[in-house]
């Protein structure tokens, strides 16, 4: 059974009893950051109770690990947007420990395409393409690799401005205790 008619009815009410209110804001980040993070469920709730953010706060950039794929892909495109239309005066990359896209098996991954039905002669045709499924689903061997990859990759880009600080956190999906690994990043 689908989640979706319960959720269309929790809305309903939602709007009808202007519940809306309580998260009243604009489109301008009032803190003035980007944040990078993960899209694991844990970090929903936690990861802006854990920084004191609140609705309106912070323009957050969600993906698998925190993990910048491409540097014209849509997240960087996100974080650009931030910056230069939004008013996002620095940028923090954000993972977690015992983020999913540590050691991903991409092969396993690969062969759960075919499991659910997807032709191998696309996956052929995809890679004789130049997409490559190992870079495509690439994961990293730590969270802190993850971290450092999007870091490097945000402060090297050739249209990120060089006046906005890039900043490098793990966070403990239990506790919300963030730990640094490189506060405004810049290489010498």
Do not use: W
Not at 44 to 70: H, M, R, S
Not at 150 to 161: A, E, G, N, Q, T
Request: glycine share 8%; with cysteine.
């Amino acid at each position: 059974m689908s989640i979706v008619p319960r959720m269309l009815e929790f809305n309903k009410q939602f709007v009808e009893e202007k519940q809306y209110e309580a998260y009243l804001t604009d489109k301008f980040p009032d803190k003035k950051v980007a944040i990078l993070t993960c899209m694991d469920t844990r970090l929903v709730e936690l990861l802006p109770k854990a920084l004191n953010l609140k609705n309106g706060d912070a323009k957050f950039i969600k993906n698998a690990g925190a993990i910048l794929t491409q540097p014209f892909g849509s997240a960087m495109r996100s974080i650009l947007v931030s910056v230069y239309e939004l008013g996002a005066r620095e940028v923090l990359v954000i993972g977690h420990h015992g983020c999913g896209m540590t050691n991903l098996d991409t092969a396993g991954m690969v062969s759960k395409f075919v499991d659910h039905g997807i032709d191998p002669l696309v996956l052929e045709t995809l890679e004789n393409s130049g997409i490559r499924m190992e870079k495509f689903l690439r994961g990293f061997s730590s969270a802190e690799e993850g971290v450092m990859h999007s870091v490097k990759l945000i402060r090297k880009h050739p249209l990120f401005p060089k006046d906005i600080p890039v900043h490098g956190f793990i966070l403990d999906p239990v506790t919300g205790a963030l730990e640094v690994l490189v506060q405004d990043f810049r290489e010498e």
